[in-house]
Structures are given as C-alpha cells and as structure tokens.
C-alpha cells in the first residue's frame, strides 16, 4: 500500500506508539508484543498491529516486536530519525514555556527562534533565545529553511501570525490558542487544547 | 450497552465532536451531518455514527444530527454539563499560562487555585489568583473538593506532586512536564505532549 494513503487517523497513532517504545526502552527493555502496547495506551493489539502493518513486517508471529528497531522504522516514517527547527511565535508565558521546554530532546525537534511583536520584549532573552521582532517573522523563517511553527500569541492574533508563517514557507503549526485558524489544504494544523484531555477524564468522574 | 463497556478509544473521540460542534454553533449552524463531521476532524463518517450509536439514536438517516442537541447529549455522556474546578500546580511559565488561559470557558472547566513551593512566587498574584503554598496542597484540595488538577513543575517533582493531590482526592491529572507519571487504576492521567502533536505532521513533510 503506498504511504498516500494511509488514513490520517493511523498516522495520528504512530506517535503514540513511539513515545511508548521509547520509554521502553528507557526502561533498558529490548522486546514487546502489542499485546503490551495495547496495554499502556488503551488500544487493541489488533489495532496495533494492523497499523504497523500497513508499513511492513515489523515483528514475528510469537517473537514480538525488538523495540530498538521498531522505534527506528516509526522515526523514519515519522520523518523525525533527523531533527526539526521549530519556531516559537509569542513570547508570554506559554511561548516562554515552549523556549524553556525540555521534552523536545530525543523527539525530533528543537526550538530554534522566538518571536514578538511587543517591543519591550523584543531583544530580551528567554533562556539562549533572543526574542525577535515578529515583524520581520516571514522573512526571517524563509531564510532559515524553517517548516515547523508554534503559535503562542493571544486569540486575536493567532490568525494574522499562522498567514505570516505560511507566507515565510511553514507547513506545519501547533497552535495553542484557543481559537480556530483557516489554512490552506497543503497545511498541516494541530491544536494544543487541554480541555480535550480534561474532558477525556470527566467521563470516568461521577 | 452498558457505559462502562465503551472502548476509552471511542471515549477520546467525543471531546472532538463535542469541539467540532460547538464551532459549528458558533457560526450559527443548527444541523450537520456525519459526514461533515468526519471531513472536518479526518475521521470517517461510519466511524462518526458507530461511535455515536453507542449511546443512543442522536440523528435519523437522512435528516443529519441537531447541533444544540448533540452537544447537550455529548456534553451529559462525558459530565461536562456542569462547571469542575480545577487546580494548577507549579507557577512557572506553563502555570501562569494555565491561570490566565482564556479556553476554558464553555468547556467544563475553571481554574480556581494554582500553587507552588517556590516562597519568591507563594502569596504573589497572577490574574486574579493568589499563588498558594504547596506544603498545604493535599489539606486545601480535599477541603474544597477539588477532583482535578494540572501538573505544570518541572519533571524530577512531577511524581511527588501526583502523589499529594491524589492524596488530597483528585481523580484526574493533566500533566504538562516531560515525564511519565505513576498513578493507581482509579487515577485518570493525561499528557500535554507537544512532540506527539508535531510528529503527526512531520509525516506529511518533505
């Protein structure tokens, strides 16, 4: 089956699965079954072996799946066996916490810019980061090859910065605003709403 | 079928219906269609109606789904028909954050204490909040009744902050650090991973 076309819904899995693997392995594991991964996310062994196999052969009837490996070939269809420079748009608490974040490392990406618009921040520092005058975002990321973009800006701003970013060349934004953003089809959005989670757990509260 | 038999996979899905709709009330829709639905979240209409059958007949062949309607029934399956408070735990950059996050409003939730240990930060405001000792974290939880918390510290206390506010009774974590946490059968745990959010995407890049 060509990649094209796997349902977006599978795709949606594959990270999940890898952070799992990857948290195995921290444990000094070498092997699972999807009978086990099934177990820590929640999701059938079927399930999970019917996703992995729309890729190829990764384990053996019995064997199990050596984790090492697995975790290789997900990185690779991922496209995250490299790693990604990641702009940070709004440099407030949010936009901050994602220049100070941690978790990024082993995970495919690294923040590489922050930017603002306000200019008692621009030229301040976060960490290593400088902030940057959001004025000159698009020329900015353009030069720098930058495909990835968080955007932490208030929700009156977030659309003005996403067409900024897709002016400058990103294909990819993770907003966490809580507002809608209209993109063009050959963009990717993904949205950071914790009330999603929130109300996942509701359901199981009386 | 019983509530309780309902795969947490199907559970995980309802908030982004949920979502989806209330965006389309908000542009003053009043039906849609499984359909329209699953082109907006990328999941398929069948998948739509079976997951939606499980609790019932909410729309008949043919005439499509009553947006108030189902938002009010989805609402009522996942106990968001109501206002939880919710605590936040660490008044970094990602507490602060959560403390004046403006996306909580008509999804079930509010923020009402944040705390942190930090005695530079306890007794100093953010928003309208007063930041709290977290010495008394488990006391001032349990007498307030507070059943769901957010975890915004930095990984190495993330663990002995689940400890205490399980111990102070709540029963759902949203955690924001980097690391897994352990949490008894009962506890409901979520993540606030932004990696998994960009390796979704990444697979769509060159």
Not at 10 to 21: A, C, E, F, K
């Amino acid at each position: 089956m060509s990649e094209n076309k796997i349902p977006d819904i599978v795709i949606g899995r594959l990270p999940l699965y890898l952070r799992s693997l990857q948290r195995m392995q921290q444990e000094n594991r070498i092997i699972t079954s999807s009978q086990e991964l099934g177990e820590r996310l929640g999701i059938s062994a079927a399930q999970i072996r019917k996703d992995l196999s729309l890729f190829g052969e990764f384990g053996k009837q019995g064997t199990g799946y050596n984790i090492p490996y697995l975790i290789e070939k997900i990185q690779q269809i991922l496209h995250v066996d490299r790693v990604w420079d990641v702009v940070v748009v709004g440099a407030g608490d949010i936009g901050s916490g994602l220049a100070r974040y941690q978790g990024f490392s082993n995970r495919g990406f690294r923040v590489a810019m922050i930017f603002d618009r306000d200019p008692l921040k621009i030229g301040a520092k976060i960490g290593n980061f400088i902030i940057q005058d959001s004025h000159n975002l698009s020329e900015t990321i353009r030069k720098a090859g930058i495909k990835i973009a968080m955007i932490a800006v208030p929700s009156s701003e977030a659309q003005t910065v996403a067409n900024q970013l897709i002016k400058g060349g990103v294909r990819a934004i993770l907003n966490y605003a809580p507002i809608s953003i209209s993109v063009p089809p050959h963009i990717q959005i993904q949205y950071i709403d914790p009330s999603i989670h929130l109300q996942r757990m509701t359901y199981y509260l009386e």
